[in-house]
Each structure stands twice: as structure tokens, then as C-alpha cells.
């Protein structure tokens, strides 16, 4: 089991977009309502990393 957790810093964002890393999840754990920072379902996340890597601002981080 993976030990870490995907953790969103809010004020890492700007808030002012669609988030590009909720069309990334492969698992669709993200999500986003309007242009808010987008939360992740901690029991749908896999851990995979792949939105930390999408997100310019580094605003999703695995810790
Ligand atoms: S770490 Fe992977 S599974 Fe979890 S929210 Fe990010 S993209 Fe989705």
C-alpha cells in the first residue's frame, strides 16, 4: 500500500481556470466545482502522482 496522501494547497491556485489535472486522474478522483481548486476523494486515489505533475502551480502534492 502506498503511504502517502494527495494533498491539495489551495492557495497554491489561482482559482480563476479549469483545472487540467481532473481531465488527467485516471481514476476521476478529482474534481472541481467551477473554478474553484479541485478535491480529490481520498478513497478513489490511487496515489498515481500523475496530477502533480499536470499542475503548473504545484498545488496538488503527494506527502
Ligand atoms: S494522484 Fe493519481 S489517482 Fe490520485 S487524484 Fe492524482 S491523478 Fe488521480
Redesign the pocket.
Known amino acids: 500500500m502506498n503511504p502517502k496522501t ?1 494533498k491539495v494547497i489551495t492557495e497554491n491556485c489561482p482559482q480563476n481556470h479549469f483545472c487540467p ?1 481532473v481531465l ?4 476521476e ?2 474534481k472541481q466545482e467551477r473554478y474553484k481548486a479541485p478535491t ?1 476523494d481520498p478513497e ?9 505533475n499536470f499542475c503548473p502551480r504545484k498545488a ?1 502534492v ?1 506527502v
Open positions: 494527495l489535472s488527467v486522474c485516471p481514476v478522483a478529482l480529490v478513489i486515489c490511487i496515489q498515481c502522482g500523475k496530477c502533480t496538488l503527494l
